[in-house]
């Protein structure tokens, strides 16, 4: 092992002092945040609960710097972090009970040693749960909660205990390179709570199966590294996070939330500003707007997700045959699919829910026709390079069909870009799906979409104007979660930017 | 010998003669094109090359050079060697294959490899395939047959001039598959309309109306006529700018864009400058300084420009600019500039972004190539190592993309043009869809797609002319 002696690569290389410096500015910008809204500019009031967040949060940015300070302290010293530093992040983990995400995660991060990306799942699971049980907990503030409401909140606190235990459990035993063989059947287990959306807790129990097995040792090592390149960008683990956090809360919300509250009018209750009750406020019909927003989420990543992969999949297919066949096969396609590309997404969109009516379905048709080019351009591009290589020339040697050839040994090695540009329009499909409900164009105006919520909004924009700066505040997070997350992966998987 | 004194003295008959070859060379299709376009021409030739066929060199060759091989009896020879390999092939793929197959497949490839060997000797001897082509090819080298043919073959002798040089050629081309692509992009839109199972009919004359009515009404606009007709009268009111009446409201449709046209570019191209002078210093100084905090700063509100929904963040802008602060007003006056600033911001932001991050991404890898390094090597300060040589190779992808993107920011502007009540011709089509009145939105998509392939094009194009790589990577192809 060689040992680094120059402090300031020592600095750049160490995780730990780069996560001190994000979470330190997090915690500063999101402190400033409070700072500013603490104060009620037209009434010229204090308020005092937001003042409250503003003060944790300031001295939580103070304790963040002094770590960071001690961090840079032990690494000049010793060249390592001392244990010593390494308990201070545990009264950070607390920051959760506030919301402080950036500066929990950042305690779980520093406490161990031992980081595997098991161990990080396992935080981000046991995260990601708590946020939910905190969310669903709004509901306790209304009139009456629905019949599974209790049920469903005691398996979210058993779950997350569950996950607690688990991250001791993997900090302890779980290696870079293998898990003993007890945690085989724990593994199994934890595959059980993606049904309520939970990804984590799916990566965490894929992981540990992985490990306990000791089958592969190359596919390990290729999880490991995959895994820990993509988790060392702060910002890409966040927006998954995100977008794990919106998708597990769509998949629970029928269970732990009144549909009636987003959609029922209710009109003792009209255009309410935020209380317990209703914790963003109320519309002009006494529907819930933070019912609204959260089942607004799953339309989105609906729409989101289906116009992305059908596209995908056409486009994909449609590349990866011209660019194995080439010449003329190539030449018509491409000059097909280019009166596609000529024609703006959000236009062609437009002409094809003029045509049929605006529903979702046809949302979802119109938004996929138009994306269709963009990724039939990726799959042919790198389809083309790898058709080149040895192995595809080995297979047609052997007397492979072509189409063998193409979906068994071109494709699977050139879905990496594929899954990347895809990460990315997602976020593009759930602007372009708000913005057409914003228009009337887009979902019917009775379901709780975004773009509806902000329809109704921007009408209410001088006097109450919280209805239209929720909504889109979720579309925002949402898109940036995406466009994060998707950066990081593309750098993972580019090796031009190692 | 010959071929080095053309290059050096082009003259007119040789370069036809040597853009023939090259076209004839690119497939079946370009001969018969060139059959056609030439077809006067033609004929007399095709009448001559049959009548002249007798003095046949080549044949003459070609059968001398065959007795020849098959007396020296190599035939037998090369048949037990392929009989050989086919059966060590056949043993390896545990194939079985009669005797029959076998001395089928050998004397496939044994008269192969005669007709191979025939014609490398044959080409030994100087001696070309007497075809058609060539004798046509060697027509054109005379001057007299030019001076008699140009008139028939006009259109041919013009293929064939713009086939002669490779720039002309690209731009050729290049037009064509623009004029393909806007063809397409009318057709395609007009059929999606087409087949809508919407009836504006019924839209705007009411659920009262009688089927005579209505009948009245598609016989009004041709609505009752079969798909191909109505295509053609759209496809011909496209290229002649004259789309008729709208449905709704009887207003002449090609009056209503060339109005509300010029609104939405003039929006477009001042957020594109807006864009352009923002984002590419911002990339430029986040490439110099990598992972830098200027640089995550730089990135991560890029990255938050291309996140926010446009149409919510010109709510917030009207909330806190007009509603709260009115510095600008909310909604659009042709009159007052200030005006135009809001709807500028916002639908400038995303590009703004994406120029942003293109710029650092392409910058990055330009920082990066040898001949930077060679630069700094030889002393240059890095001011103008930036400025001279990273900048301007930086620059080519980022136009292209700027080309791109400017086509999307026009489609988007439907959207930022309802937000703050623009009368462009975004909101002219959305205004148009609930009916739907398919001559005014057929009329809005195509000539905002026809405006966006002529933007690329000319991009293209004058890559073609400034860059040297694209210059010398088409003479290769050409």
């Known amino acids: 092992m060689k040992v680094i002696s120059n402090l300031k690569l020592l600095l750049k290389i160490t995780q730990e002092y780069g996560n001190a410096h994000f979470t330190l500015s997090f915690s500063a910008i999101f402190s400033l945040l409070f700072l500013l809204y603490s104060y009620n500019f037209n009434t010229q009031a204090v308020r005092p609960i937001v003042l409250v967040f503003f003060v944790v949060y300031l001295l939580t940015t103070l304790y963040v710097w002094l770590i960071s300070k001690s961090i840079k302290r032990d690494l000049a010293n010793h060249g390592n972090i001392h244990i010593r530093t390494r308990i201070l992040g545990y009264p950070l983990?607390?920051?959760?009970?506030?919301?402080?995400?950036?500066?929990?995660?950042?305690?779980f991060s520093l406490v161990t040693k031992n980081?595997?990306?098991?161990?990080?799942?396992?935080?981000?699971?046991?995260?990601?749960?708590?946020?939910?049980?905190?969310v669903s907990g709004f509901n306790l503030f209304k009139p009456y909660v629905i019949d599974s409401f209790l049920l469903v909140m005691g398996a979210f606190v058993l779950l997350a205990i569950i996950f607690a235990v688990m991250i001791i459990l993997v900090s302890k035993y779980v290696t870079q390179a293998s898990a003993p063989k007890w945690m085989l059947p724990i593994g199994l287990i934890l595959l059980l709570p993606v049904l309520t959306g939970n990804l984590f807790s799916l990566l965490l129990g894929y992981g540990l199966i992985k490990k306990a097995r000791q089958k592969d040792a190359s596919s390990i090592e290729k999880w490991q590294k995959m895994w820990s390149k993509i988790l060392r960008n702060s910002m890409a683990v966040f927006g998954m996070f995100f977008i794990i956090f919106m998708f597990s809360l769509s998949v629970i919300s029928p269970w732990t939330f009144d549909y009636d509250f987003a959609t029922q009018n209710n009109y003792s209750a009209i255009l309410q500003t935020p209380t317990l009750e209703y914790p963003l406020g109320t519309d002009d019909f006494g529907r819930d707007l933070f019912s609204r927003i959260v089942f607004g989420a799953q339309i989105?990543?609906?729409?989101?997700?289906?116009s992305t992969i059908i596209p995908a999949i056409i486009g994909g297919t449609l590349g990866a045959i011209t660019g194995y066949y080439g010449k003329k096969t190539d030449n018509i396609i491409m000059r097909l699919l280019d009166i596609l590309y000529a024609i703006p997404g959000i236009l062609l969109a437009i002409a094809i829910i003029a045509a049929f009516g605006a529903n979702t379905v046809n949302l979802i048709i119109a938004l996929s026709v138009g994306s269709i080019p963009t990724y039939a351009r990726t799959m042919r591009a790198t389809v083309m390079q790898i058709s080149n290589y040895e192995f595809v020339e080995s297979a047609r040697a052997l007397g492979a069909s072509d189409s063998t050839i193409i979906f068994k040994h071109i494709v699977p090695n050139s879905l990496a870009p594929m899954i990347v540009k895809a990460t990315l329009t997602i976020g593009g499909a759930v602007i372009s799906t708000s913005s057409l409900s914003f228009l009337g164009l887009g979902v019917e105006p009775h379901i709780p979409e975004w773009g509806n919520i902000l329809k109704i909004g921007s009408t209410y924009l001088e006097t109450h104007s919280y209805l239209a700066i929720f909504p889109g505040l979720c579309i925002m997070l949402l898109v940036l979660s995406f466009n994060f997350f998707g950066d990081g992966l593309r750098d993972a998987f580019d090796p031009k930017t190692n | 010998m010959t071929q080095s004194i053309n290059i050096y003295k082009p003259k007119i008959s040789s370069i036809f003669s040597s853009s023939y070859l090259k076209v004839t060379n690119r497939g079946k299709f370009y001969k018969i094109l060139l059959f056609i376009l030439g077809l006067p021409v033609h004929i007399v030739t095709v009448l001559t090359f049959y009548f002249g066929k007798g003095q046949n060199q080549y044949g003459n060759a070609y059968k001398s050079c065959e007795e020849q091989l098959v007396s020296k009896g190599l035939l037998g020879s090369w048949r037990k060697q392929f009989l050989e390999q086919e059966n060590t092939k056949a043993t390896f793929f545990h194939e079985?294959?009669?005797?029959?197959?076998?001395?089928?497949?050998?004397?496939?490839?044994?008269?192969?490899?005669?007709?191979?060997?025939?014609?490398?000797?044959?080409?030994?001897q100087g001696l070309e395939k007497y075809t058609y082509q060539s004798y046509f090819k060697q027509l054109l080298n005379s001057r007299n047959f030019l001076l008699i043919s140009v008139i028939p073959g006009v259109l041919m002798y013009v293929l064939l001039l713009l086939y002669s040089n490779p720039f002309v050629q690209f731009i050729f081309e290049r037009v064509l598959q623009t004029l393909f692509v806007i063809l397409g992009v009318a057709t395609l839109v007009f059929t999606i309309l087409y087949i809508s199972p919407l009836d504006p009919a019924r839209n705007i004359l009411g659920i009262e109306a009688t089927s005579e009515q209505i009948e009245n009404f598609n016989r009004l606009y041709g609505l009752d006529q079969p798909y191909l007709a109505q295509l053609w009268q759209s496809l011909s009111g496209l290229f002649t700018f004259d789309l008729g009446t709208s449905f709704a409201g009887k207003e002449d449709i090609m009056a209503s864009i060339a109005n509300k046209f010029p609104v939405t570019l003039q929006i477009a191209i001042l957020s594109l400058v807006m864009a352009v002078i923002i984002a590419i210093p911002v990339g430029i100084l986040s490439a110099i300084r990598p992972n830098?905090?200027?640089?995550?700063?730089?990135?991560?509100?890029?990255?938050?420009?291309?996140?926010?929904?446009?149409?919510?963040?010109?709510l917030i802008f009207i909330l806190t600019f007009s509603l709260e602060l009115s510095w600008f007003p909310a909604t659009y006056n042709p009159q007052n500039w200030l005006s135009l600033v809001l709807p500028v911001v916002v639908l400038g932001t995303t590009l703004c972004a994406s120029i942003a991050r293109m710029t650092r991404s392409s910058m990055l890898e330009v920082i990066n190539e040898d001949y930077i390094i060679t630069a700094k090597a030889k002393g240059l300060n890095e001011r103008k190592v930036i400025s001279k040589h990273a900048i301007r190779n930086a620059m080519i992808p980022i136009i292209t993309v700027i080309g791109l993107l400017f086509g999307g920011m026009l489609g988007g502007a439907s959207v930022t043009e309802k937000?703050?009540?623009?009368?462009?011709?975004?909101?002219?089509?959305?205004?148009?869809?609930?009916?739907?009145?398919?001559?005014?939105?057929?009329?809005?998509?195509?000539?905002?797609?026809?405006?966006?392939?002529?933007?690329?094009?000319?991009?293209?194009?004058?890559?073609?002319?400034?860059?040297?790589?694209?210059?010398?990577?088409?003479?290769?192809?050409?």
Do not use: C, H
């Open chain 1, 93 to 107: 983990i607390l920051t959760v009970l506030v919301g402080n995400i950036f500066a929990s995660s950042f305690g």
């Open chain 1, 115 to 134: 980081k595997t990306p098991e161990y990080t799942f396992a935080t981000y699971a046991f995260l990601t749960q708590l946020f939910i049980i905190g």
């Open chain 1, 300 to 306: 989105s990543l609906i729409v989101g997700f289906f």
């Open chain 2, 96 to 124: 079985t294959l009669t005797a029959e197959q076998l001395n089928k497949k050998a004397d496939l490839l044994v008269q192969e490899k005669l007709q191979k060997e025939i014609e490398r000797q044959v080409a030994a």
């Open chain 2, 292 to 314: 830098s905090f200027l640089d995550y700063t730089f990135m991560i509100v890029a990255l938050i420009g291309l996140s926010i929904p446009s149409f919510w963040q010109g």
């Open chain 2, 419 to 478: 937000v703050f009540n623009i009368s462009g011709i975004g909101s002219y089509i959305v205004d148009k869809q609930f009916i739907p009145d398919i001559p005014a939105i057929l009329g809005g998509v195509v000539y905002i797609a026809i405006t966006i392939s002529i933007v690329n094009l000319v991009i293209d194009i004058t890559y073609a002319f400034f860059d040297p790589r694209i210059r010398s990577k088409m003479k290769k192809e050409g």
